[in-house]
């Protein structure tokens, strides 16, 4: 019955993102973004999400005094320069601006507290880095670069979100951070990995909470490793020209509903 037909428009361009010849720029931080959902990462790199919310805003506030205290800032004026942070910001009107500055506040505590009793030698914050994995080049900075008691490197990521994460044994963030270590991103300072971490400062916990992933095998090949063949996967995926729509209980929040075939409110998207 051609009335119950469905027809889809024809494609503009069906060439990969990036070229096959080239490398694919790859932000640890999308990682996780893209295994989830593979559309909502490709339209978040257009720049199709909206302008970033107050609360992401205050967390980038925090990241920047846990920063400070990295490089030597007393922790007892911590505080009060994370409030000459936010005096900067537009946090909306008197209530949401009041709650806003407490739930900053809680978490640079719960930084600070964690930091006091940090049982590893902090080696450097806020640390570039830039180096190719197959495909991928991972590319950013590390929040914390950290050596244990046997001297290999651990980077940690603090994080100001609510919601802590799934899985750290396989996070392809963390992945991409050890792969960076072991690569010679941070040659000067060694190239044995630890492990890495996520320190959850955000939510409702009392304390912040580090998620670690343990080091990977000493006796594999790092780029042969579950990580390695992450990250190549992961780099050949973001380069390609089809990003596949999947659901997750995050879809409910996502802020691209409008445009995805999978929920009723969306629709086809083509280039």
């Not at 994460?165 to 951070?177: K, W």
């Not at 792969?179 to 009392?206: C, I, M, N, P, Y």
Request: net charge negative; proline share 7%.
């Amino acid at each position: 019955d051609p009335a119950g037909w469905w027809g889809l428009a024809p494609l503009s361009d069906d060439a990969p993102l990036v070229d096959p010849a080239e490398v694919v720029p790859v932000r640890p931080s999308a990682i996780d973004t893209f295994q989830r959902c593979p559309l909502r990462w490709v339209l978040g790199a257009v720049g199709a999400e909206a302008a970033p919310e107050a609360t992401r805003t205050v967390g980038s506030a925090v990241h920047d005094v846990a920063q400070q205290v990295a490089e030597g800032l007393p922790p007892a004026d911590a505080p009060a320069v994370l409030d000459a942070e936010l005096d900067g910001l537009d946090l909306g009107p008197g209530w949401f601006d009041q709650r806003q500055r407490e739930r900053a506040q809680e978490m640079l505590t719960k930084f600070l507290a964690w930091h006091a009793r940090a049982d590893r030698e902090l080696v450097a914050a806020e640390e570039d880095f830039d180096v190719v994995v197959g495909r991928a080049r991972l590319r950013g900075q590390v929040d914390r670069l950290e050596r244990d008691g046997q001297g290999r490197l651990v980077v940690v990521d603090l994080k100001t979100g609510k919601t802590p994460p799934r899985t750290v044994e396989e996070h392809g963030q963390l992945a991409a951070y050890q792969l960076a270590v072991t690569e010679g991103a941070f040659a000067d300072h060694g190239r044995a990995t630890g492990g890495a971490a996520l320190l959850q400062v955000g939510g409702s916990q009392k304390a912040a909470k580090e998620h670690a992933q343990p080091p990977l095998p000493p006796d594999v090949d790092p780029r042969q490793s579950w990580a390695g063949e992450l990250i190549a996967e992961v780099g050949e995926g973001m380069g390609g020209a089809e990003f596949l729509a999947r659901t997750d209980t995050d879809c409910e929040r996502c802020a691209f509903r409008r445009s995805c075939p999978m929920q009723e409110s969306g629709r086809q998207v083509t280039r």
